[in-house]
């Protein structure tokens, strides 16, 4: 098998990051649109999905998990689109026990439309796995790799939803790091020890940092929200299927002046987490900014992620089988991120999130499928506006 190939009109090309050695290295793949090229094409090289030291975990799991080629090439020429001067950018933020790599077919998608996609490895102990370099002189490269395993958190007590916050917070400097980086990459100032050959010098001039959001699936849905919140360069956070238990109740008081939007699937998210959603709306904390709230149907959680594309025995061992096709929910998941993208980020090409929902009518809705009253979202709202009376 091999993930379906980007939809949007570029060719897309990725690199992977690493800014120095040692443990509190900071790692992750980029996505840009590239020059056309071909499966023969002697130049470009297909790597495997994920690395071994992400599968390690998940195959304790998934027993049927298969290794197989991406379908876009790694270390091609970037390529600034016919017409534009500067690209810009989504920091995406990935799911509990799973990594970048879990996520290449969205991250490529979007790219393909002419984004410079930044996913991150989080090293909070969330991943299925990661690894750093350490310098060695027994390598030809001079530096070995060394594993960065996943940290398991028992939810259930209250010790371990505190914890839990707390690697929220680091995952949220992570993506705050990233964007830093991709100043550096901007202004042609960042090393990259990964691939050292790979000439970061084409990037130089070609993205637009005023222009930044941040996306994120499950726990990397609660990490974009609160990195909206922090970090002022970020326009606009949208959230796949976000896992609330992960965000932290104080926020709630704070006036995020800036847009929320919320793709959800069917399964994981329950009515608290709705509740949660619904405490985010303008009229809590008196802010004015956008707040949009969509599910697609037939869809499990992991339809968001690369193991959407499995074998159906794959998914239904593991009950990630959905009940539309992959192709059809992730055009729609596609369609409604770059309409979110293109209004909040003020770019061309804008398509109306109504005549989304009215082509896709059937396949996904304004608002959830969970059954949850007025009366039940008042009360929760009501309870975030006390507090905010009493500060």
């Known amino acids: 098998m091999t993930l379906p190939k980007p939809t949007g009109p570029y060719h897309v090309s990725f690199t992977d990051i690493l800014d120095k050695d040692g443990i509190d290295g900071t790692f992750f793949r980029i996505y840009y ?28 799991y998934m027993k049927e998990l298969t290794m197989f080629p991406l379908s876009i090439p790694v270390n091609l020429p970037f390529m600034v689109p016919e017409g534009e001067a500067k690209l810009p950018i989504v920091v995406f933020s990935h799911g509990l026990m799973l990594s970048k790599d879990a996520y290449t077919f969205v991250c490529s998608d ?10 991150v490895d989080h090293k909070d102990g969330s991943s299925a796995g990661s690894f750093y370099m350490e310098k060695s002189t027994d390598s030809v490269t001079g530096f070995v790799k060394k594993s960065f395993e996943h940290h398991f958190i028992q939810s259930g007590t209250e010790e371990a939803r505190l914890e839990r916050l707390e690697r929220v917070e680091i995952r949220v400097k992570e993506l705050s790091k990233v964007a830093d980086f991709l100043g550096n990459l901007n202004d042609g100032t960042l090393s ?7 000439d970061l010098m084409r990037f130089k001039g070609k993205l637009n940092l005023e222009k930044m959001a941040v996306m994120g699936h499950s726990l990397g849905g609660a990490s ?12 606009v956070a949208i959230t796949q299927d976000p896992w609330m238990y992960a965000f932290d109740d104080k926020y709630l008081t704070r006036k995020i002046a800036k847009p929320i939007v919320i793709i959800n699937c069917i399964g994981d998210i329950k009515k608290n987490d709705v509740i949660k959603m619904r405490q985010f709306d303008c009229d809590v904390t008196g802010t004015v900014a956008e707040r949009l709230m969509v599910t697609i149907l037939g869809t499990t959680h992991f339809t968001q992620t690369d193991f959407a594309y499995f074998s159906d025995s794959f998914l239904e061992s593991l009950n990630f089988k959905a009940k539309n096709d992959a192709e059809l929910s992730n055009k729609i998941n596609t369609e409604l991120i770059l309409a979110s993208l293109r209004k909040h980020l003020g770019l061309p090409g804008l398509t109306e999130i109504t005549s989304i929902l009215e082509k896709n009518k059937g396949d996904v809705m304004i608002g959830t499928d969970i059954d949850v009253s007025d009366a039940e979202i008042m009360e929760a709202k009501k309870k975030i506006m006390d507090l905010i009376q009493t500060k």
Do not use: C, H
């Open 33 to 60: 649109p590239t020059a056309e090229y071909s499966y023969e094409d002697a130049d470009a090289q297909f790597p495997m999905w994920m690395e071994e030291e992400y599968l390690k975990l998940l195959k304790g």
């Open 110 to 119: 979007v790219a393909s439309y002419g984004f410079i996609v930044a996913a």
């Open 192 to 198: 990259n020890i990964f691939y050292p050959d790979f």
């Open 224 to 235: 974009a929200l609160v990195s909206l919140l922090k970090d002022d360069r970020i326009k």
